[in-house]
């Protein structure tokens, strides 16, 4: 079974950055997809970025150009470098895989989830 630890998450001043990180175990997948969400208070669970096994990465758009999304070398951990962090970004953020390439928006085609890192921006 399948497992993703986050960690790397806290509070952090409006401009800061974070590095997130997920650990993935528990599994050997040939093609994969692992992405990133995010959901903040009263609002949907959103994807803003994912990886998948060919190294093609996706990115929201209000995310593109502060957020990078990578895996190291071994491919078992998946980070997620948030620079010029705003209060918009505040958030609990979750990791998530799924054992094929395509990389779907929507929460429901991923079925490995993290516990979620909280990410909280203060002005």
């Known amino acids: 079974q399948a497992q993703l630890v986050e960690s790397g998450g806290g509070s952090v001043q409006a401009g800061g950055s974070l590095r997130l990180s997920c650990a993935a175990s528990g599994y050997t997948f040939n093609t994969y997809c692992m992405a990133w969400f995010r959901q903040a208070p009263g609002k949907e669970r959103a994807r803003i970025a994912a990886?998948?096994?060919?190294?093609?990465?996706i990115s929201a758009d209000s995310v593109k150009g502060r957020f990078t999304i990578s895996l190291d070398n071994a491919k078992t951990t998946m980070y997620l470098q948030m620079n010029s962090l705003t209060p918009e970004d505040t958030a609990m953020y979750y990791c998530?895989?799924?054992?094929?390439?395509?990389?779907?928006?929507?929460?429901?085609?991923?079925?490995?989830w993290g516990q979620g890192t909280q990410v909280t921006v203060s002005s």
């Open positions: 998530a895989a799924r054992s094929e390439s395509t990389c779907y928006r929507t929460a429901n085609f991923y079925p490995y």
């Open positions: 990886i998948n096994s060919d190294l093609t990465t």
